[in-house]
């Protein structure tokens, strides 16, 4: 697919004040979400914009879902947890870092999805205090497509030699798939990587196995997004782009 040039993070706004100039901020992503879209033939509402809320204060977050955000990402489960008695209670929060296992009987209620099952010991963990708490949670397996050293996640290898063992979970449902891409100069580098991830899943889908689906794609990022959103991605995960630099 043909890139397109887009205002990404030249422009991010940011400072101090009231309003932290987000409204201008998430101006400028929806319009780079509504381009993209239509480069790629998509509907605008496929895409689900989450604010990615890390050392952020309530305040800004509060200032955020003023102007409509309703989803928002963190990476850190005391962080999440110690915001969240202070917020709006029809916010859906999203778990988007490395979650420890030691930390996911705390964090399982009180997320709509866990995009970071990034190993089997995390996947059986999530599974086993799903069924403690008598509840089903929803997350997507974090794919290292890249291959670096520094992310966590599986191989795309290793997520099809896991299938079966992914299945038969009665309390945890893959969703999914997310990655990290790569930090580059030029968003077209990670074209490749996001078209992967895309492939990934729809493979995944042919072998049809039970407790597995493929509804989402959380990919992209403040440097990334237009490109991520054109191959396909359903969440996109902006920070800085939104609420300015940290």
């Not at 989450?50 to 800004?60: E, F, G, L, R």
Request: include cysteine; charged fraction near 30%.
């Amino acid at each position: 697919m043909r890139a397109t040039s887009y205002t990404n993070g030249s422009t991010i706004k940011g400072g101090e004040g009231k309003n932290y100039m987000i409204s201008e901020n998430l101006k400028i992503i929806n319009d780079n979400i509504s381009r993209a879209c239509k480069q790629s033939g998509r509907a605008e509402d496929e895409v689900k914009l989450i604010a990615v809320s890390k050392t952020k204060p309530v305040a800004m977050i509060q200032e955020a879902y003023n102007l409509g955000i309703r989803d928002f990402g963190e990476n850190k489960v005391k962080e999440l947890l110690t915001k969240k008695p202070d917020l709006p209670e029809d916010i859906s929060w999203h778990m988007i870092g490395h979650l420890q296992t030691n930390k996911v009987k705390s964090v399982i209620k009180e997320v709509k999805l866990i995009h970071s099952i990034d190993s089997l010991k995390l996947a059986d963990v999530v599974d086993i205090e799903a069924r403690k708490a008598g509840i089903t949670v929803d997350g997507l397996l974090e794919v290292n497509v890249a291959g670096e050293e520094s992310k966590f996640g599986f191989s795309p290898d290793e997520v099809f030699e896991l299938l079966e063992r992914f299945s038969v979970y009665k309390f945890l449902r893959i969703k999914g798939l997310m990655t990290v891409a790569p930090f580059v100069q030029n968003p077209e580098d990670n074209r490749k990587i996001f078209y992967n991830l895309r492939k990934l899943s729809v493979d995944i889908m042919s072998k049809k196995n039970d407790n597995i689906s493929m509804n989402f794609l959380s990919m992209g990022m403040t440097g990334d997004y237009t490109i991520a959103v054109e191959e396909g991605a359903d969440f996109i995960r902006i920070g800085t782009g939104l609420f300015g630099a940290r």
